[in-house]
């Protein structure tokens, strides 16, 4: 693939730009009780929010995190209050960016148009974006679209608010850590992807397996950035 062919970047934001592995964790803990390792609790939270997200695809992500909040803990024989679980949902604010987020970032908008996919609502992604500095060209939230990824709606939405400027989805590099939530409807939207290997080769983690072959992988967003500058290769 050749860099300058892509005049749009379209992004994940937890998991990818954020880290929501140790963000969610740190609220796991918490919960009275939950005593289980990261593995554990990570595979549940992919488990439960899945199915949470299929059944109820309008609900916005607050509540989800809530929902899953309880399941994970009835899991391990505990029991979240709702004002615990409530405090879960509450705290996509507190997760953090990785490290390389916001430089990779500042790069990239100088080269194209950034936008974010995001599986939550536009309430919790305000406070992500101002710690990403707001970059973004575009947001298209699951409560824009009423669905959850890897449900097709957000690249619907993405390839038809970039066409409006002039961009085609040859021209457009998706960017995401999830195979399951991202790297295969992007593929099946007919977007390039590009694989952010946020766990580097390790398997589990937050999101459920899925055997799919992304077009470029990196395991971080600085690898990126430096395969753009450097055009390739």
């Known amino acids: 693939m050749t860099p300058s062919a892509f005049r749009a970047f379209t ?12 963000g ?3 609220a796991l803990r918490a919960l009275p009780g939950l005593d289980a390792d990261d593995d554990a609790l990570l595979a549940a939270f992919a488990r439960h929010e899945h199915a949470i997200q299929e059944e109820h695809p ?4 607050p509540e989800v995190l809530g929902r899953v909040a309880k399941a994970i803990a009835a899991d391990f024989g505990r029991a ?21 987020t916001v430089a990779a970032l500042d790069y990239l908008k100088q080269h194209g148009l950034l936008v974010v996919l995001s ?25 824009d679209v009423g669905s959850y990824k890897p449900a097709p709606a957000h690249f619907a939405r993405a390839k038809a608010l970039l066409a409006k400027d002039g961009i085609a989805p040859g021209e457009i ?3 995401a850590q999830s195979l ?24 589990g983690g937050a999101t459920p397996p899925v055997d799919v072959e992304p077009d470029i992988r990196f395991t971080d967003l600085a690898q990126l950035a430096a395969w753009h500058r450097a055009g390739g290769g």
């Not at 309008?58 to 992500?61: R, S, T």
């Not at 615990?84 to 509450?90: D, L, P, Q, R, V």
């Open 11 to 22: 992004f994940d934001c937890y998991g990818t730009l954020i880290d929501w592995e140790q």
């Open 24 to 26: 969610m964790l740190r």
């Open 58 to 61: 309008a609900m916005l992500y």
């Open 80 to 100: 979240a209050s709702d004002t615990k679980a409530a405090a879960f949902g509450a705290s996509i604010a507190d997760w953090p960016p990785f490290p390389d």
């Open 119 to 143: 599986n939550v609502d536009r309430a919790s992604f305000a406070e992500s974006a101002r710690r990403l500095g707001d970059p973004f060209h575009a947001v298209v939230t699951a409560e």
């Open 173 to 175: 590099l998706h960017v």
């Open 180 to 203: 399951f939530h991202d790297v295969q409807p992007g593929r099946a939207a007919g977007l390039a992807t590009c694989w952010i290997d946020r766990r580097a080769g390790r398997p």
